[in-house]
């Protein structure tokens, strides 16, 4: 008779760990989380996030199209724009933009704050771009006037 094979347990679990992180990261980057709390915004996407006090906004607008800028860190997948970005007028500083986009092709968000600081984002779906572009706007129109 002869003995039947041992399995590679040890390698069967190593694969196993390896799908359930796979499928977590592409879970996390897959789409924009976004929350509202009572005195800041929050934006989260993988290794991506964001807080921004409201107090700290000076502006929201829709743009159609993100400026040219240098990627420093991130990636680009079809329409999902994700990471930290260079303005190119603005290479000689080291001010950052952060760009959260779902998809090229739809409106964009651009948030300013602390006087220069941009970021940019949109949702994969525009309606809910837009629902949350409405809850900024009201939250900046309702802090006092600096």
Do not use: C
Not at 57 to 76: E, Q, T
Not at 100 to 113: A, Q
Not at 119 to 142: A, E, P, V, W
């Amino acid at each position: 008779m002869t003995k039947p094979k041992e399995r590679p347990w040890f390698w069967n679990i190593l694969i196993v760990i390896t799908i359930i992180l796979v499928l977590s990261v592409f879970t996390a980057h897959y789409k924009n989380w976004t929350k509202i709390k009572n005195d800041r915004f929050r934006i989260l996407s993988g290794f991506y996030k964001k807080e921004i006090q409201f107090s700290e906004l000076d502006s929201v607008v829709w743009v159609a199209k993100i400026p040219p800028m240098i990627r420093l860190n991130g990636f680009s997948a079809m329409e999902t724009e994700k990471g930290i970005y260079q303005e190119f007028k603005d290479s000689l500083t080291d001010k950052t933009v952060d760009v959260f986009v779902d998809n090229l092709s739809d409106p964009k968000i651009k948030l300013v704050y602390r006087d220069s600081l941009k970021l940019f984002f949109n949702l994969s779906d525009s309606t809910d771009t837009k629902q949350l572009y409405q809850q900024l706007t009201t939250r900046i129109d309702s802090l006092p006037k600096k």
